[in-house]
């Protein structure tokens, strides 16, 4: 499948101090990486309340954006992305391409849709990722609605993993999501009545100062998160 590549990839690591390490290098060297578009690395955390009790210390997260497939096999290659090897014991790579995107992302769009046509034809697994920056004056508010939506989602039929991502414990935050099939996330997010509510009240609320919101075609899956393959 030609087009835009997406990957997600954590990490587990022992030695919290030789992550954040890595992570300042890898900002620096991800720069250089020609056929990157776009590269967040992300804080993890379980997602239940999205406050500092989620942190997950010992899990980081790299989202990268590639030109296609070759510039991301490239990457994987480079010091920036294998580099992580030398701190961490664990890895999960899921590779995507996006069916479907609304919002900005720190005032960009980081996923391109080249085939719309994708979307009604894909049948395999699909991933959603959210992203969210908080409004600071809102965000009790949200907290308080997040309870039930992921009660919800843990007990969703479809659902292969979900982990709360962020560049931030407070305020910038996210979730990854695999999915059976695009069915299972769609009757997620609008039959689940928590997350249907939680739709209908982001406007009124007024929750976000940016979000965003996309749906990914997963073309593979590689390596384990907290010892299991999604």
Not at 6 to 28: G, K, M, N
Not at 36 to 61: I, N, V, Y
Not at 164 to 193: C, M, V
């Amino acid at each position: 499948m030609s087009g835009q590549v997406v990957e997600l990839r954590i990490w587990e690591t022992p030695r919290v101090s030789r992550a954040v390490s890595r992570v300042a290098i890898s900002r620096l060297q991800l720069r250089r990486i020609s056929g990157l578009r776009f590269a967040k690395l992300l804080g993890t955390g379980s997602g239940e309340t999205f406050t500092m009790r989620d942190a997950d210390p010992h899990h980081w997260a790299l989202l990268t954006v590639w030109d296609d497939g070759h510039a991301a096999d490239a990457g994987a290659a480079s010091t920036a992305i294998g580099g992580w090897s030398e701190v961490s014991t664990t890895e999960l790579r899921v590779r995507m391409t996006p069916l479907a995107t609304k919002g900005r992302w720190s005032r960009r769009e980081p996923f391109l849709i080249d085939d719309p046509s994708r979307k009604r034809e894909w049948d395999g697994p699909v991933a959603a990722i959210t992203r969210a920056r908080l409004r600071p004056t809102r965000a009790l508010s949200f907290w308080r609605a997040v309870p039930p939506v992921v009660a919800d989602l843990t007990g969703s039929d479809g659902l292969r993993l979900a982990v709360g991502i962020g560049e931030s414990p407070i305020g910038l935050q996210g979730t990854f999501s695999l999915w059976e099939n695009a069915a299972a996330l769609t009757h997620f997010a609008y039959r689940s009545p928590a997350h249907a509510n939680a739709i209908r009240e982001t406007r009124p609320q007024r929750w976000y100062a940016e979000d965003l919101f996309a749906r990914l075609a997963v073309l593979d899956v590689e390596g384990t998160y907290t010892g299991v393959r999604p």
